[in-house]
């Protein structure tokens, strides 16, 4: 079960970043066929925009993200033994390397880890985490964390940051130029037939559609991820009921003061508590506490 589990969850991790990559060039496309009238120019420049955000991004995000949530690290074991022993003893169980360890000075309990990769990671806990959780419960949350590390999830999240950043160019750019006349003009459009007017609509379409569609794709890989990040954890501390009870105590506290909006898909659980509604769950980062223990208890 446990490792059907971690195949299922990375196979939907791969439609969703193929599907993610996809609708970068479609809109790419979108905005060559309106303005230089060219699918191929288009899906070009989407493509260098797209390698060039996730190289700025994936070489400078640790410290970033750790300023942006107000995080001090912690640099040896008599600061916090506890916590430094645990990122220790699961790091080694993953075998990856150790990763940096900081501390939020938060009282509501959440964590995450963030990085380019394994060499270059780091995870951060609250100070509510520590107060709140024993030693098993914490033991899993950190073994959550290092599985994020271990998999690559904290550079999946930072792809797909930038390739969110670059649709939002993207649009923009679209949207400037239709605003400001520079599309194509309506007697060119009247020459080539209603074939053209059908693209030009799928066209704007896929502008003004594009933004949600990312969000969508987003939030999807960030609940997949979760999803296999819990069963990894388990994989690594043979103990299901340590990441359960942790998971029940993150999801009865207040909302996080420190966490940055931006950040949010990173940490354990939601740190700002938002109500998910009815019909609205693809735009949640996380999956609902309650499905994630019951496939925990499955296991």
Known sequence: MLFEQIQQNKRKTVYVMIGFFALVLAIGAA????????????????????AVYMAMMIGNSTNVVMQMNHATEVH?????????????DMAMVAQVPIPRVFIVDDPSP?????????QHAAVAVTTGIMARLNR?????????????IRNYDIRLQTIALALSAVISMLVNI???????GGGRSRDNDREEGASNIIG???SILLLILGPLAASIAQMALSRN???????????????????INALLKISDSEPMQ?????????????????????????????PPIEERVAKLRAM
């Open 258 to 286: 420190a966490a940055d909006p931006s950040s949010a898909a990173l940490y354990i659980s939601d740190p700002f508590k938002g109500l998910s509604r009815s019909g609205a769950h693809l735009f949640d980062s996380h």
């Open 136 to 148: 098993e419960e914490l033991e899993g949350v950190i073994a959550h964390e290092v599985s994020h």
């Open 225 to 243: 991820r979760e999803y296999l990040a819990d069963a990894s954890g388990v994989e690594l501390t043979r103990n299901p009921q340590g990441l």
């Open 200 to 202: 030009l609509v799928f």
């Open 110 to 118: 959440n964590a995450f880890a963030t990085g380019n990769d394994p």
């Open 31 to 50: 905005l060559g066929y309106l303005f230089m009238r060219n699918l191929i120019s288009g899906v070009v420049v989407a493509a260098i925009l797209a």
């Open 76 to 88: 040896d074991a008599s600061e916090y033994p506890d916590l430094w022993h645990i990122v220790e």
């Open 174 to 180: 679209g949207s400037n130029m239709l605003w400001w």
